[in-house]
């Protein structure tokens, strides 16, 4: 199994001083590249400061310099706010600065609120038509000249500048329903998933999903396969109890930006205070604790286990959950001391 991070630039608050949360981020990052991870992704996100990501590009580049191993993803770049020559050479630039480490990740975009700033009169649930018709664009113009006569875009012969350094870029596509899990076989991506709060029987069914779709493609593609979940390790009672409450916190910012209630105040989501979370079956701290990749080490490592049974060869960190910086570092290191080395071997 390899093991991924998915890591945000994020304030909860405006008691968090930007310079303190780059410099967290950037370190969470090397923290991973030392540790041995295989891929760090970027974000995009806008006008949002629990998601600090306007360029996922701008970044990778900053990261891809203070790094040394660690490869380099979008997850993801969304597809309705860009145009075909402007992503491919973004994309292709990180490619070259980093020296071959791009995973481009592609993807439709979470939020109404973002599409109805960045692209108004789009709904989010169609967004998906704008990815499918980028891909094939992008990949072509890395290839060379290129005119293109879509639906959403037409330009006349182009191509990217510069071009990636690797022969063949490796493309993610963020799946979920059956739709884009065909079109990722179809297009020889790799998949990387998120199940959200939700249990181990939503990895079941993205898995099944998986399986179907490279039977009903039947080319001969076998992708990577990498699932995501918030994780945070405690070997204490108080660490537990901080790491509960961010997660919760968090998830309650989500609620307001899924229901698109507008209640944004200078980019900060209004979070619902948690005693008003008492009782509510999404917000329940057991559950929390079972379904996602909380615990102490040997239960993170038994977790785990039971995923590569399933199937999951790949698993991303999902780190950024409203922690303060200090428990966000100590519990990577954490993963990265105790779990990683272990894991492996148990395996």
Avoid at 136 to 150: C, E, N
Avoid at 205 to 223: C, F, R, T
Wanted: proline content about 5%; some cysteine.
């Amino acid at each position: 199994m390899k093991f991924q991070l998915a890591v945000n630039m994020e304030r909860i608050d405006e008691s968090y001083d930007m310079k303190d949360v780059a410099r967290h981020t950037l370190e969470m990052v090397q923290i991973a590249d030392e540790g041995g991870f295989d891929i760090v992704w970027s974000a995009e996100h806008h006008a949002l400061e629990m998601t600090i990501a306007p360029n996922p590009f701008q970044l990778l580049t900053w990261w891809s310099k203070e790094t040394s191993n660690i490869r380099l993803g979008t997850a993801v770049a969304t597809a309705a706010y860009w145009h075909p020559i402007n992503l491919a050479g973004e994309a292709a630039f990180v490619d070259l600065i980093s020296g071959g480490r791009l995973e481009f990740g592609i993807g439709s975009g979470a939020y109404q609120r973002e599409f109805d700033r960045m692209r108004p009169g789009l709904k989010q649930s169609d967004a998906w038509r704008y990815m499918q018709e980028m891909l094939p664009a992008v990949r072509a113009l890395w290839g060379g000249d290129y005119a293109h006569d879509g639906e959403f875009w037409s330009f006349p012969t182009s191509t990217s500048v510069p071009k990636p350094v690797q022969l063949e870029v490796p493309v993610w596509v963020s799946a979920r329903s059956p739709i884009t899990y065909d079109y990722a076989m179809r297009e020889k991506c790799h998949v990387n998933c998120w199940p959200l709060t939700r249990p181990f029987a939503e990895a079941e069914l993205y898995m099944q999903q998986l399986s179907e779709a490279i039977a009903k493609a039947d080319n001969g593609w076998l992708p990577r396969f990498a699932m995501m979940r918030h994780a945070c390790l405690y070997d204490n009672d108080a660490d537990r109890q901080e790491a509960l409450n961010a997660i919760r916190r968090l998830l309650s910012q989500f609620e307001n930006l899924f229901r698109n209630s507008g209640d944004v105040v200078n980019g900060f989501p209004k979070s619902i205070p948690l005693d008003e979370l008492e009782g509510r079956e999404q917000y329940d701290p057991a559950m929390l604790e079972e379904n996602l990749m909380f615990g102490s080490p040997d239960t993170v490592i038994q977790k785990l286990k039971k995923y590569q049974a399933l199937g999951v060869n790949e698993f991303i960190y999902y780190a950024s959950m409203g922690l303060s910086h200090e428990a966000q570092q100590r519990s990577l290191s954490m993963f990265v001391k105790e779990v990683m080395p272990e894991f492996k071997e148990a395996l």
